[in-house]
């Protein structure tokens, strides 16, 4: 891993703004965009309807409460089908009647992706939309409401100015051996992510040290969620490419 630039984009209260570079604030402003662009889409973060983690076997699906998994009113009937899952593959098979979609392709049953690099979404019905994710060994069914009152009702993100106070250099340094760190996420489950590295960078004349978690050819800086409710120990991804 390289030497990487990145912008600390937060002002802190009561600090004056300093005049940024015109070409690196609309490089930021440009990002904001995309990154409202990419929460408001299909399938994006303000559809999420549900989190399910699946056992193994089969596991029944549907709005009815008999089913293993029980999907919010409105986002398809009672029995819609069922996800079995068994060692390294999660196999989902639709009620006679139902169908289901994917890149225009309508389908009754599938062979789903579970690799963080094949978000393998499938549509049924006119709201309703899910993939499966795998997390330590356990298979997760994620669901989207295309509908949802969530995503009508966004009104934006909220941004502070951009501050040339917060445009510093970090230099990466790595781990040998790579560092494992426990993760947890806002519904109290942990996860032990491996850091090749941690960022180091000066800032207002104080060092900082952030651990840095690789994604191929990007980097998750985790740091502490003080907001996260009563579980300050919850963590939030920053992601640098």
């Known amino acids: 891993m ?3 630039i990145f912008a600390l984009c937060t002002a802190l209260a009561g600090l004056p703004v300093l005049a940024a570079d015109p070409a690196y604030v609309k490089s ?21 309807a549900g989190r399910y983690v699946l056992k ?3 596991n029944t699906f549907g709005t009815g409460k008999d089913n293993d998994v029980v999907f919010p009113p409105g986002l398809g009937p009672e029995r819609m089908g069922t996800v079995t899952v068994e060692a390294g593959k999660v196999f989902v098979k639709l009620e006679p009647g139902l169908t289901m979609e994917k890149d ?9 992706g579970t690799g963080s690099d094949n978000r393998d ?19 997760v069914l994620r669901l989207a409401d295309n509908d949802s009152s969530v995503r009508k009702h966004f009104g934006g993100r909220v941004w502070y100015p951009v501050d040339d106070h917060y445009r510093v250099k970090a230099k990466l340094v790595p781990y040998k051996p ?8 806002i519904l109290d489950e942990v996860s032990d992510e491996k850091s090749g590295g941690y960022v180091e960078f000066q800032l207002k004349g104080k060092a900082y040290k952030l651990d840095a978690v690789d994604q191929g050819d990007s980097i998750f800086i985790i740091h502490q969620a003080d907001y996260a409710g009563n579980t300050p120990d919850r963590s939030r991804p920053l992601h640098y490419g």
């Open 2 to 4: 390289n030497l990487r």
């Open 28 to 48: 930021v402003e440009d990002w904001r965009v995309k990154v409202e662009k990419s929460l408001r889409k299909d399938n994006g973060w303000l559809t999420l």
């Open 56 to 58: 193994q076997g089969v």
């Open 104 to 112: 225009g392709v309508k389908m009754t049953d599938k062979v789903m």
């Open 121 to 139: 979404w499938v549509s049924i019905g006119p709201r309703a939309a899910f993939h499966f994710i795998e997390r330590n060994g356990r298979y």
């Open 178 to 185: 790579e560092k494992v760190i426990p993760i947890v996420n």
